[in-house]
């Protein structure tokens, strides 16, 4: 059977304070590597990495303003690969007449 | 591109007659009615007769003007003429799949597919102001739209090969299947489009005096091309617009005898003094010139073939013990090079001087790169040309060790490895001269990054290839005393990364490079001295 794609989506009207703690869960989450996200049918955990895209967009109308923050990032996908490195530094050069040492 | 009335009022027309059979073609999509698909089909009549008229126009266009410009104005014509006259045929090779099989259509009616087409349609619609148009950006636009559609048909085709394994209604699903073939095979014509355009724009389209530069040239090698003892086969064109053959003897049993290397004169020039000045300093690593040839700005240069794999075959090949021990090669070799060549003075090799040239010519391809100084509440990002400016304080700073010779243009496709020999040979050395050696091994690192392949597989062992090669630039600069390898290294990925883009069409893998290149240059701005000393390039960068 195909597995449905994990998907998680929340919409509220807030305070400021609350919004400011919301940002700081997701901040926390983003330094510690996971962000727990739950609802009644779905809970998973976002992993962020080292590196991540990070899109900044401000609107602002007679309407209203808005602020759309969009980090995306990719996981690896390859986890059976050899994570072996394809080049060894030698340990001891071969031709280092100059550098050695006189102890 | 030139405008030429005679010959741009039957191309004009050829291109309305195709709009309206890729219209039909779409409206048979959406409803299969029989009496549409002849109505298209019916439209093919009239594209023969325009592309007829336009080749007969040429003729006596040329007779009129024989001079060479126009001869390669004339043969832009013809070329935009042939690759819209093949998007007709595959429109008709479309709706008679669709014929033969009534469910194909069923089948095809998906998002993905009219997207396609839509793109299509926006194509034809771009050619007229592109070859009305001076520059050649909208000409790299139509280019650009191949990798969307190639894209929307690869996804639909991986849909119907999935349904195809599970053994129901097969004959339908391979024609389906045929039919997407057919739709990228005209995100390919509409390609060759664009870049007639481009090489129209360029003045560097087919060069016709081709032939008569290779029957002088394999005179050196005692061979007579009119008589039939060889055959030549395209190799392909380089960036700097030079073709490539292979001289093939007839009883050789396809053996290649020798790369036959025609264009621009002043470029041949250079690389003949390159491969000339490797055979003085390291004899062995270029190939063997037979012969050279003059021929007004034109010269053809005729030298061994070489027997292995690019560096970039070996890297999507994915055979990780071929790559390892042919890398490996590749370091050894480039130490001895190295310590070989060593002049007695530096050469610093202004990463950001060399970046600062290329912006126009990168933000002519991806204007979207120019953007202004930003800040979010106190915290900046700078614009590019004031990062830059920045980095190249920094840069004068640095201390650089003695220059060595250098390949000069160092991408994965100008290394060759032979695997039965463990040997490798360079190519393309037309910008070869003394230089920091950080400067060929940064640019090799990004020509790893820039292969537009996105397999997993192979994106890791670039990854690690990228790794490889940075870490062997590590070993040398610590035995050599070489203290600001890393920043030099940033500077000239950055830089690289960045000019990179220029042949980057696809948007999300050059954006990607342009990150990294702001990345690096961001992160050497906000360093302090102290931190300068001991900076690391976060190896994360060479992922994805």
């Known amino acids: ?103 | 591109m030139q405008l030429i009335p005679p010959l741009y009022d039957p191309l004009r027309f050829l291109i309305i007659e195709l709009q309206k059979q890729l219209e039909l073609v779409t409206l048979f999509f959406e409803t299969g009615e029989a009496d549409v698909a002849e109505r298209s089909l019916a439209r093919v009549d009239y594209i023969d007769n325009y592309h007829l008229n336009l080749l007969n126009r040429a003729a006596a266009f040329l007779t009129e003007h024989p001079e060479p410009e126009s001869r390669v104005a004339v043969q832009s014509y013809e070329h935009l003429n042939q690759s819209l006259k093949t998007l007709s045929r595959q429109c008709q090779a479309i709706v008679f799949q669709a014929q033969a099989c009534r469910s194909t259509l069923k089948i095809l009616r998906r998002k993905a597919v009219f997207k396609a087409l839509q793109d299509l349609t926006a194509g034809l619609e771009m050619i007229e102001p592109a070859v009305e148009s001076e520059g050649s950006s909208l000409a790299i636009d139509i280019c650009r739209l191949k990798v969307h559609i190639d894209k929307r048909c690869d996804q639909q085709l991986d849909r119907l090969k999935k349904r195809l394994k599970k053994g129901q209604q097969t004959d339908v699903l391979l024609n389906a299947s045929f039919v997407l073939r057919d739709i990228s095979a005209m995100g390919e014509a509409l390609l060759r489009i664009g870049e007639g355009i481009i090489s129209a724009n360029l003045g560097q389209m087919i060069q016709i005096e081709r032939y008569h530069s290779l029957e002088a040239t394999l005179t050196a090698l005692e061979l007579n091309p009119q008589q039939n003892e060889l055959s030549i086969r395209a190799l392909g064109e380089t960036k700097s617009g030079c073709s490539l053959s292979g001289v093939m003897g007839a009883d050789s049993e396809g053996e290649m005898l020798a790369v036959f290397k025609e264009g621009d004169q002043a470029k041949l020039q250079e690389e003949k003094t390159g491969i000339e000045s490797w055979h003085q300093v390291y004899p062995g690593i270029a190939p063997k010139v037979y012969s050279y040839h003059k021929n007004g700005s034109k010269a053809a240069l005729l030298f061994e073939y070489l027997t292995g794999d690019t560096f970039e075959r070996l890297l999507l090949d994915k055979d990780r013990k071929l790559l390892k021990r042919g890398l490996n090669t590749l370091f050894g070799t480039l130490k001895n090079i190295w310590q070989e060549t060593q002049a007695e003075e530096a050469q610093a090799a202004h990463y950001m001087q060399q970046l600062k040239k290329r912006l126009p010519a990168i933000f002519a391809v991806h204007p979207e790169f120019e953007h202004k100084m930003i800040n979010i509440n106190g915290v900046k990002s700078h614009s590019i040309d004031n990062l830059i400016e920045a980095c190249a304080t920094i840069e004068d700073g640095l201390t650089v060790p003695n220059a060595v010779y250098i390949h000069g243009d160092f991408n994965l496709d100008n290394i060759i490895y032979d695997s039965v020999e463990d040997e490798v040979n360079f190519i393309d050395l037309h910008r070869s001269d003394y230089q920091d050696y950080v400067q060929d091994l940064s640019v090799l690192m990004v020509s790893c990054y820039r292969i537009a392949n996105f397999d997993p597989k192979v994106r890791k062992l670039i990854a690690q290839t990228m790794q490889a090669i940075y870490d062997f630039g590590a070993d040398y600069a610590n035995q050599i005393n070489d203290h600001s390898y890393t920043l030099r290294m940033a500077l000239g990925l950055s830089r690289s990364f960045l000019t990179s883009t220029r042949f980057v069409l696809d948007k999300q893998h050059a954006k990607a490079m342009h990150f990294r290149a702001r990345y690096l240059l961001e992160q050497i701005v906000r360093l302090s001295p102290q931190q300068l000393n001991h900076y690391q390039i976060p190896k994360e960068i060479f992922h994805d």
């Open chain 1, 1 to 103: 059977m195909a597995k449905k794609t994990p998907y998680f989506e929340h919409e509220s009207l807030q305070d400021k304070d609350a919004i400011v703690s919301y940002l700081k869960a997701i901040t926390q989450g983003f330094k510690k590597g996971a962000i727990k996200l739950s609802d009644e049918d779905e809970d998973f955990v976002l992993t962020p990495q080292a590196f991540a895209n990070l899109k900044i967009k401000a609107t602002q109308s007679k309407k209203g303003q808005t602020l759309n923050i969009k980090i995306n990032w990719s996981s690896d996908q390859d986890e059976d690969a050899d994570d072996a490195p394809l080049f060894i530094a030698p340990k001891t050069p071969k031709k280092s007449k100059n550098n050695k040492k006189s102890s």
